[in-house]
């Protein structure tokens, strides 16, 4: 069993930055593919990054490129995500998820989630 706890969310002006944190307790997750997924008020969650055990694979949803990036810290089993430029569009809950296999197929454990709110 894999506990992930998000943190690092926050209100933000357009423009800025925040980096959020999952830290991962129960087993190690450096086998595991991570991702991070979003939730708006209203709209369905969807998927934001993720990024296979090793990570020799990385993904983005097209909205994110070149302005969110993922990545993990083993040591100290916990997984990030840097968001620079933000938009208003970001706002949501973001979630955090740990996959059972290596490559992510599906994640089996999610985080809490942590708010994020940009403001114009």
């Known amino acids: 069993q894999v506990h992930l706890v998000e943190s690092g969310g926050g209100l933000v002006q357009a423009g800025g930055s925040l980096r959020l944190s999952c830290a991962a307790s129960g087993r190690t997750i450096s086998r595991s593919a991570m991702g991070w997924f979003r939730q708006a008020p209203g709209k369905e969650r969807e998927f934001v990054a993720g990024m296979h055990w090793d990570g020799s694979v990385i993904y983005y949803r097209d909205s994110v490129k070149d302005r969110f990036t993922i990545s993990r810290d083993n040591n100290k089993n916990t997984v990030y995500l840097q968001m620079n430029s933000l938009k208003p569009e970001d706002t949501a809950e973001y979630y955090c998820?740990?996959?059972?296999?290596?490559?992510?197929?599906?994640?089996?454990?999610w985080g809490q989630g942590t708010q994020v709110t940009v403001s114009l």
């Open positions: 998820a740990a996959s059972s296999t290596g490559t992510g197929a599906s994640y089996q454990y």
